[in-house]
């Protein structure tokens, strides 16, 4: 059982940075590929970017435009997702997940979820 939570979220002008962070705990979180996803008022969750288990591959959705930077630290437990060049419609809550394998985008392949960190982005 791994039990993950968001942080770094927060309200941040248009053209800022923020980085987010999952910490996990209770499990080999090595083991596990995290993937983040957002979803904004009145629209669905979807699918952000995911990173392998040792950080050495990761991809993202193509609406992002390069923005966004995965990047993991398995001593801390922790999954950093670099988010660059912020615009309003990046305003969402976001999430991290946890697999047991890589590569996954739909949220029913994730088994453990966090909370939530909200980011606001105003124009």
């Known amino acids: 059982q791994v039990q993950l939570v968001e942080s770094g979220g927060g309200l941040v002008q248009a053209g800022g940075s923020l980085r987010l962070s999952c910490a996990g705990s209770?499990?080999?979180?090595?083991?596990?590929?995290v993937g983040w996803f957002r979803q904004a008022p009145g629209k669905e969750r979807e699918f952000v970017a995911t990173i392998n288990g040792n950080g050495n591959s990761a991809y993202y959705a193509n609406s992002l435009e390069g923005r966004f930077t995965l990047s993991r630290d398995n001593n801390k437990n922790t999954v950093y997702l670099q988010m660059n060049s912020l615009k309003p419609e990046d305003t969402a809550v976001y999430f991290c997940?946890?697999?047991?394998?890589?590569?996954?985008?739909?949220?029913?392949?994730?088994?453990?979820w966090g909370q939530g960190t909200q980011v606001t982005v105003s124009s």
């Open positions: 997940a946890a697999a047991d394998r890589y590569g996954y985008r739909r949220q029913d392949q994730y088994d453990y």
């Open positions: 209770g499990g080999t979180f090595s083991f596990y590929a």
